[in-house]
């Protein structure tokens, strides 16, 4: 039996990509990124400890993974450009594979410096170069499972199906933080570096997992560059709703600009409120230790550390499953809501002293994110066609990697200057957004319509 019918009509191939995705597909690829999100913050959770055990200045830790996020910003573009060709399955498989060994390499690399095996010098150099393969391998998965949502999924539902799968990464970070004391496995000499194991063991069940029970996708753009070699042969049957072209000529669409006057409003938004984010993530774990005393006992750290953050994680999800979808909030008014919330709990997180208040401002702050992120992702989707959904998800995966690559080192040294120095400057970047997004983002009625 072939992969694909081949009387399979242009219009049918229309309503396939616009109908609903099945459940169990959708939580497999909520799955996909719900294991790179937990693992990332199980290790966000343990590496100021780890940082303070090395004895290596704070703002240090945080440049660990500039190099790893410089290289997203530059792949992860040339990853959604290659799904178009190769298959949205194809390149979350690869991101899976660079998590795993990623993440084992890192682990590796922590256990030796931790030992006395490697100076703190060498073993962040080490560090640095393991995480690298998530910026360069990591970065294929996110963008190939939003543009396999986004030309799925009708425009007016498009906000919440996206929504849904940002969720994934609020769910991760409430289950990261939340295993990674438990994944401190002194009994086996791991240590501090048990999560970066255990969740190694986790992204490679998902990839076995995404391999046997997502379809194959055939990209439409077989009729333009011949056979691809992941067209068929695998057992798995092919996926005809899936393509990067466009459905009604089958012609790959030219290249997407950062520049272009759809886009830039949205990536404005996401490039200023996602520094004032990533900045927030990169100072919360300083914060409590210092703010705790903790600084003296770095193990002690991992569990006030995880409770702050998995406090965010479940803002987000309130966000991202309730907020949204129950009062059906478009790209804009999500985005610029997002904002204010994201910056009142900034200013709340920067006040805090006890953990119960640190917890409180962010949580905030992350519900007010929680809201922003899908807002800018629909946003960027929506202000394009469905045939530059790849090209789309790929600058959306860019802009988030572009945020880290200095902005939680920026954010660490402002703090360890003055606190306010750190915090004001992020409160004035989300200023900068809901000043500039009132002004230029496009009304939700008319990214939501449906065009023809």
Request: aromatic share 10%.
């Given at each position: 039996m072939a992969d694909t019918d081949p009387a399979l009509t242009t219009a049918a191939r229309g309503r396939a990509t616009t109908g609903a995705i099945p459940p169990s597909r959708m939580a497999l690829l909520f799955t996909v990124m719900l294991v790179t999100a937990a693992g990332n913050t199980a290790m966000q959770s343990v590496m100021p400890s780890i940082g303070t055990a090395l004895q290596v200045d704070d703002v240090w830790i945080?440049?660990?993974?500039?190099?790893?996020?410089?290289?997203?910003?530059?792949?992860?573009?040339?990853?959604?450009?290659?799904?178009?060709?190769?298959?949205?399955?194809?390149?979350?498989?690869?991101g899976l594979i660079g998590f795993v060994v990623s993440m084992l390499l890192c682990g590796l690399s922590l256990y030796a410096g931790l030992n006395g095996w490697l100076?703190?010098?060498?073993?962040?150099?080490?560090?640095?170069?393991?995480?690298?393969?998530?910026?360069?391998?990591?970065?294929?998965?996110?963008?190939?499972?939003?543009?396999?949502?986004?030309?799925?999924?009708?425009?007016?539902?498009?906000?919440?199906?996206?929504?849904?799968?940002?969720?994934?990464?609020?769910?991760?970070?409430?289950?990261?933080?939340?295993?990674?004391?438990l994944m401190v496995l002194p009994l086996l000499g791991f240590g501090l570096t048990g999560p970066f194991i255990c969740f190694a063991v986790i992204g490679l069940a998902a990839l076995v997992l995404l391999r046997l029970r997502l379809p194959n996708d055939e990209p439409q753009f077989a009729a333009k560059a011949g056979p691809t070699p992941y067209s068929s042969g695998s057992g798995a049957p092919s996926d005809p709703g899936e393509g990067g072209a466009d459905p009604e000529n089958g012609e790959e669409p030219p290249r997407l600009s950062w520049l272009d006057p759809r886009l830039r409003p949205w990536i404005i938004a996401g490039f200023f409120g996602g520094h004032a984010q990533a900045m927030v993530l990169g100072v919360s774990g300083f914060l409590v230790l210092d703010r705790l005393g903790l600084r003296d006992t770095p193990t002690e750290g991992a569990g006030?550390?995880?409770?702050?953050?998995?406090?965010?994680?479940?803002?987000?999800?309130?966000?991202?499953?309730?907020?949204i979808p129950r009062f059906d909030l478009g790209p804009r008014a999500a985005t610029l809501w997002g904002i204010v919330t994201a910056a009142?709990?900034?200013?709340?997180?920067?006040?805090?002293?006890?953990?119960?208040?640190?917890?409180?401002?962010?949580?905030?702050?992350?519900?007010?994110?929680?809201?922003?992120?899908?807002?800018?992702?629909?946003?960027?989707?929506?202000?394009?066609?469905?045939?530059?959904?790849?090209?789309?998800?790929?600058?959306?995966?860019?802009?988030?990697?572009?945020?880290?690559?200095?902005?939680?080192?920026?954010?660490?040294?402002?703090?360890?200057?003055?606190d306010w120095l750190g915090f004001g400057l992020m409160i004035a970047l989300c200023a900068i957004v809901l000043i500039l997004g009132w002004r230029g983002l496009q009304a939700d009625e008319v990214l939501t319509r449906e065009r023809a």
């Open positions: 945080s440049l660990a993974y500039s190099w790893s996020a410089l290289l997203w910003v530059v792949c992860a573009p040339i990853w959604a450009r290659r799904s178009d060709r190769r298959g949205r399955k194809a390149m979350m498989a690869l100076s703190a010098l060498w073993t962040l150099v080490a560090f640095a170069a393991a995480r690298s393969l998530y910026g360069g391998f990591g970065s294929a998965a996110p963008p190939a499972v939003q543009a396999y949502v986004a030309a799925r999924t009708p425009r007016a539902e498009r906000t919440q199906a996206l929504s849904l799968i940002a969720s994934s990464f609020g769910l991760g970070t409430v289950i990261g933080p939340a295993l990674a004391p006030p550390v995880g409770l702050v953050l998995m406090s965010g994680a479940i803002a987000t999800l309130l966000a991202q499953w309730g907020l009142f709990g900034t200013l709340v997180l920067g006040l805090g002293e006890s953990l119960h208040t640190i917890a409180l401002g962010y949580a905030i702050a992350s519900l007010g994110f929680g809201l922003f992120r899908p807002g800018t992702t629909a946003g960027t989707s929506l202000a394009v066609s469905r045939a530059e959904q790849g090209q789309a998800s790929g600058i959306v995966a860019s802009l988030a990697g572009a945020s880290y690559i200095y902005a939680p080192a920026l954010g660490v040294w402002l703090y360890g200057v003055s």
